[in-house]
């Protein structure tokens, strides 16, 4: 009989070791082919979106960097995935962490937050409607923020400018999608917020295989990636498509974007739950949608692989207007 001690465990020290290696679906009931879509399912991180990969990586980096000093206070500004993801990080480092975010963005993920422990300051909109946020909504929520940064002296964590940001994917997300497809992927495709996902990991399939096509996923009527005027500020898609390429873009790795509608968006989001048993967000909605709109653009073999990410869980979210159901 064997001893205790010679007995092997699974036991995880902290939340953080669930951060990562998330499993990558292949969504064959959605779409028997041709081809296939791979998915990352990044909902299944603790704090339930991919935000939890930068969200680690940037506290690590500056609390070896010295930025951050032990006990030290974390302000960022979020559209809620960032701040759930740094309210994980936070509560098991204890850091005490304040969040800004735009009383557009759905109140779950400020329930989610608090119940980390963070503090939300949800700021009035400028623009937009509840379930809808623009760029100028979300520059309020960052004055706001800044504002507390200033007079508290905490740590801001800036996603939208920290270089961490985009180098978790290419340390992380990209690594893991090259082992998961046995190395081939010979599409990606991603909606953008702050692009980090996008930039972090396109540059790593990109040094791994230059013909891997990576393609951008906007809101239809804000392209700004494309280089279209913004036609339609307000959308779906919370958390990405602000109406502005963001400074972590690389243009050198992408090879095109793909335009999806609010109401593609809610057609893939319903057929996830329906035909794959997977309830999650408006970007993973759109993310699916635009990897079937590349299947069948003919710009692909017929058996090519798309893989793609399902960002966050559809927890986070408040039902859709009436209007577009």
């Known amino acids: 009989m064997a001893q205790p001690s010679e007995v092997k465990t699974e036991i995880y020290s902290s939340a953080l070791e669930l951060i990562g290696n998330t499993p ?9 082919g041709p081809g296939r879509i791979l998915a990352k ?18 506290i690590q980096n500056a609390r070896e960097s010295g930025q951050l000093q032990p006990g030290g206070s974390v302000l960022e500004v979020t559209s809620g995935n960032q701040g759930c993801g740094l309210a994980v990080v936070c509560a098991v480092l204890g850091h005490p962490i304040t969040l800004t975010m735009s009383k557009g963005n759905s109140v779950q993920r400020a329930i989610h937050m608090e119940a980390l422990g963070a503090k939300c300051v949800r700021v009035p909109q400028v ?19 800044l504002e507390i940064a200033e007079e508290t002296g905490a740590f801001y964590v800036n996603q939208f400018n920290n270089g961490m940001n985009s180098a978790s994917h290419y340390h992380g997300t990209g690594p893991e ?11 990606f495709v991603a909606t953008v917020g702050t692009a980090g996902t996008f930039a972090g990991t396109s540059k790593f399939l990109k040094e791994k295989n230059p013909d891997t096509l990576c393609y951008v996923v906007e809101p239809s009527g804000s392209e700004p990636i494309k280089g279209e005027p913004i036609t339609k500020p307000l959308h779906l898609l919370q958390g990405s498509g602000y109406g502005c390429v963001p400074n972590l873009f690389e243009f050198d790795h992408m090879d095109g ?14 057929l996830i739950g329906e035909k794959e048993g997977l309830y999650v967000g408006y970007t993973s909605g759109a993310n ?30 408040t039902p859709v207007p009436e209007e577009l159901t």
């Open 177 to 187: 999608i090259w082992r998961q497809t046995g190395q081939r992927v010979d599409a």
């Open 288 to 317: 699916v949608a635009a990897a079937v709109k590349l299947l069948e653009s003919g710009k692909l073999p017929k058996d090519a692989w798309v893989v793609t990410i399902l960002n966050d869980t559809g927890l986070k979210y």
């Open 257 to 270: 974007t793909l335009s999806v509608t609010d109401e593609e968006s809610l057609q893939y989001k319903k």
């Open 24 to 32: 990558l679906l292949a969504l064959d009931r959605l779409w028997p």
């Open 127 to 145: 623009e937009g409607t509840y379930g809808n946020v623009t760029l100028a909504d979300v520059q309020q929520a960052e004055k706001k923020g």
């Open 41 to 58: 399912c990044e909902f299944m991180n603790p704090g339930a979106s991919i935000k939890d990969r930068s969200s680690l990586y940037m």
